[in-house]
């Protein structure tokens, strides 16, 4: 009994989709893909703008970290230079 429901229901189905009806669907999926390619097209574009943005910041960090350790080192050297003064004296 419920093979012959389901094989009628399918065979309904079959009928009303009629080929006309599948090329609207078929435009309407293209439609549908072509905007979803478009979106990931506007987020791929921001998120190459914020990862040009993070990779900015971190060059900018690494130079400022460049410049700490030559004031660091120039501090060292001139605090051994004076005690190397001291000592000679």
Request: a negative charge; zero cysteines.
């Amino acid at each position: 009994m419920q093979t012959t429901t389901y094989h009628a229901i399918m065979e309904m189905m079959r009928e009303s989709w009629t080929d006309e009806r599948l090329d609207d669907l078929k435009e309407r999926m293209n439609e549908r893909f072509d905007r979803v390619d478009a979106e990931f097209a506007r987020v791929d574009g921001r998120m190459n703008a914020g990862f040009a943005r993070i990779d900015g910041d971190i060059r900018e960090l690494r130079r400022m970290m460049f410049q700490g350790f030559i004031a660091l080192i120039t501090i060292m050297i001139t605090g051994f230079v004076g005690l190397a003064g001291l000592a000679i004296f």
